[in-house]
């Protein structure tokens, strides 16, 4: 699957915009993949030497994704080698930038790197299942501008909770919102100091990620934690 969206960088002789596209291709989902960059017509991968969370940051911004400030990045060609010229090498973000290409790099084209130092990215919001000692069952909490959250148990359903367990690399999930139990626990509701991150989500069940499901707006508080969502997922 590769998803392809219009980057810019800045013409160093010319005070006009050139677009660069930029794809993340060879994942199961359009968030997670190898990176390539099309530059003078060619698309080309880029070289892991340098390359980390931060630069992934500013790629995965560049994508789109409005939680880019959890990029993660792998070399070693996690997601496969790519086959067109490595375009970019010793990347150095400062992770301020709107485009890949505006931060400082050794030259386009300019590399010491074989396609198994290719790179990858993530740009996946992270979920965890708290409130819990089981790996399976627990209060879905995302992390959202470096604090975790909950989601609000309004128009959440088992499809919604297939897609968390599919987050966390587990087997198809059920919802247990009020009133849920865990074994002979009554689950444990977050306090009031925790952010309630989303709520109103429509999933079909097919999404990868929470975040590609329909939703109202991240950050809205007018749930109360009587509503925090809670799953459970088979290993």
Known sequence: MAIIFSLYRH??????????PIRIVGG???????????????????C??????TEADVICRQLGFAWAEVGYQWGGARFGEGTGPIHLDNLRCSGTEHFITDCPHGGI??????????????????????ASSSITRGRVELLYEGRWGTVCSDQFDDNAAVV????????????MTIGGFFGRNRPVYADDSVPIILKQIHCDGSEFSL???????????TCGHRQDVFVGCRP
């Open 11 to 20: 013409a160093k002789l010319c005070s006009i915009l050139i677009s660069d």
């Open 28 to 46: 199961k989902s359009d968030r997670a993949g190898r990176v390539e960059i099309e530059i003078d017509g060619e698309w080309g991968t880029i």
């Open 48 to 53: 892991d030497d340098g390359f980390g969370d």
């Open 109 to 130: 084209g300019e590399h010491n790197c074989q396609h198994h130092e290719d790179v990858s990215v993530s740009c996946e919001v992270p979920v965890r299942l708290a």
């Open 164 to 175: 968390v367990c599919r987050q966390l690399g587990l087997s198809s999930g059920f919802a």
């Open 211 to 221: 975040m590609d499901c329909p939703r109202a707006g991240v950050g809205d508080q």
